[in-house]
């Protein structure tokens, strides 16, 4: 018999959890205060503090919170006796510590942001791009400027997808996860230390979401997140990725974002005036206010419908109708079939909320519809996407020109203290003086920049293209070694990639409209362009493509296929997993920003913005804000208006003008220089820049538009909507009831104009209206001539609208008289537009109803 000798001898280990917190020395406690709260981010003299700490964890993390759990106790103590370090250190603190202590105005309304992503830092996985980019400093400048206001988003597990390429240039999705111990994120806990959770139901379940706070200065962002044990395997992966997974789970997202949103606000203890919708993802919000107004306070839809949308304001960021979310009917049966009861709308009524034409069968649930139906406020996100935006809806308001919508815009920004460089920083500190920063959007600060040395300006300028490409060699050696690149291609790079050529920057999403394609039209032209011996010029590439764009991901590969090409080893390079960090790099760096979007495909861009602050200057089409940025002798620009119709001719045609304007202006000014070796009417050119455009494009300037063009308005409309036990929202809904109970009978008993076949220039004619209004008050309906004139595109365009004046009742009959006065010769159209008006109205689009005589 065989006796196993290591039989019984020992059994498995009975593991438990063993938690080591962080310990600190007491005068350094402070540390944690400033790792947890995200204004650290903009603050570069925090950044140096944690650098300081230790550089080369500082350099592999570039997050506090990982330095701080992985610095030795030892280190610490060595830093508590480093007087210079503890002066530092208590400097900043004390700076936190008196931003933080500064409470917002509480007489003002609190605003309540919603947006599906927030582009924070690079340590925060939240955003995908420039959507969450702009959230992101929107929230920092609110923070700044101490405005009153709380944001909702998501927690997601996986955040967006980080970008690999192959050897070929094929682009990888790879998802990893984050940890929240890593983040600066704490759960929200009601008073007896329990997690407080929302709930939105779903078919045959309740989905549960558990709250995160994230400190980002003084605003607080709260995070939601399904990950948790109460819910399904299925229902936990709804917060894992942004943009993640198919149209159901988009659906099952923004309710949670909308609904769960709401009922997030309430349950942390928020008090909310004012709703901003930052795109049409979180539109549901407007949906569960509209219920609980209804089932707590009983009111009928219409009048819930007045006092939801008296506070809310909707931000649409998307020039084209198929960017804008749409569900499908069954989808929204589905999931939402029982809503409509709670509204007390029949499900048509329902499903109307959500399209362009009413009772239109089959037409998909648009969130962007939704958000306007149900928001008193519309804006675009530049002057131009304001326009392409009333075209875009104009169908929700028949008998109104597209000249006549309400839909407003207020123009991007971005953040100064996270996008401009210290360097840049320290320069703008002493030279624009005290206030400077408080003021930032007044140009007068900085047009102090024309009073800096030339010298000064080239010496920034090159020591930022310095750091770029050092930056750039460091990260082709990492991603070439890890694809096992060939060393020789390699190695003729990283020599001939020079800190002193002109270096231009292209970076952004990769969709076929951004067109980055464009330049490498005419390999032959662009090869004698970077190669010229006496003026050689090098561009860099950065950006992801959605992980469902495969257009997008070819563009990538033909770009790593021709920069791999002899003629273009270290002229053309593309860096892969493009992300905050390798932005803030690239406009802080490169002397030229390129954008080449189809017109009028970009409703704002923000990087060339970023690159303004940085004194880079834009080479864009007159598009999105652009439109409004460019200066001559201050950048350059591509013609806003198309020469064609036929795309592929207008890409030809743009093609050859980059070329030819990269020739014979760009190159030749970057190159002529001085006998100091400064180009000094290139620095005449960042300088007007800086001064004239930068201002413009700050978010101060743009919270200041929203608080002026819309916030201010809301909160105003608000309080009276609310006074006396909402007494305005009852007279709206009664009078709304009462005209359109006795719209379809009124009668018109004449409508003339008094005048021969033509009428004549300088003349004046009669235009006479009787109509009987069927118990209406005159002041209830009005009538506009409209003279119209078919412009080239065969549409017919409002030259001329006058209101007609009641002057007197006649046998019953209201008389309205308008006396008209040609302005112009020509032949043109003409009608009268009758529709209902009330002062209490916001504009007349608030009740559309229309009627042509």
Known sequence: MTTNLNQNRHNAPQWKNMVVLSSFPENLQGLNDLASNLWWTWNYEVKDLFQEIDEKLWATTLNPIDVLKEISIARLQELEKNQGFMARYHAIL???????????????ARIGYFSMEYGLDDSLKIFSGGLGILAGDYLKEASDTNTNMAAVGFLYKYGYFQQQLSLDGEQMAIYTPQSPSQLPIHLVKDAKGNNITVQVGLPGRILNAQIWLVHVGRIKLYLLDTDIAENSDEDKTITHALYGGNNENRLKQEMLLGIGGVRCLEAVGEKIDIFHCNEGHAAFINLERLRKLIKHENFPFPKALEIVRSSTLYTTHTPVPAGHDSFPEDLMMTYLGQFPERLQLQWNEFMNLGRMYANNQGEPFSMSNLAICTSQEVNGVSRLHGEVSKDMFKDLWPGYDVSESYIGYVTNGVHYGTWT??????????????????HQSEKNYWSKIYGVADEKIWDIRQAQREKLINFVKDRLIKTWTERFEDPKKLLKIIQSVNKNTLTIGFARRFATYKRAYLLFSNLDRLSAIVNNPERPVQF????????????????????????KLPEFLGKIIFLENYDMNLAKKLVQGVDIWLNTPTRPLEASGTSGMKAVMNGAMNFSVLD???????????????????????????????????YSILENEIVPLYYDKGIDNVPHKWIQYVKKCIAEIAPEFTTKRMIDDYHSRFYSKLEKRKRMMFDNNYALAEEIYQWKKHVSETWDSIYVALNELKATDSLVLGQTYKATI???????????????????????????????????????????????????????????????????????????QDFPYVKWL
């Open 94 to 108: 004390e700076k936190f510590n008196k931003y933080i202590a500064e409470e917002p105005d509480a007489t003002k």
């Open 770 to 844: 009787k109509v009987d209004l069927k118990g209406l008050k005159t002041e209830d309906v009005r009538f506009d001539f409209i003279i119209t004139e078919t412009n080239k595109e065969g549409k017919e365009e409002i030259i001329s609208c006058e209101t007609y004046k009641f002057v007197k009742m006649e046998d019953n009959l209201a008389v309205y008289e308008l006396e008209v006065s040609p302005k112009q010769s020509g032949i043109f159209n003409y009608s009268v537009r009758m529709y209902p008006y009330a002062d209490f109205l916001p504009y007349r």
């Open 540 to 563: 860099i590439f950065a950006g992801k493509a959605h992980p469902n764009d495969k257009p997008g991901q070819d563009i990538i590969k033909e770009i790593v296929r021709i920069s």
């Open 421 to 438: 460089a210290k360097e840049w920083q320290k320069v703008y500190a002493s030279t624009f003086g005290k206030g400077f920063l408080e």
């Open 624 to 658: 999105g804000w652009w439109c409004e940025g460019y200066k001559e002798g201050a950048g350059w620009a591509l013609p806003e208006k198309r020469t064609y119709t036929n795309q592929d001719f207008q890409n030809r045609l743009d093609a050859e003008t980059i």
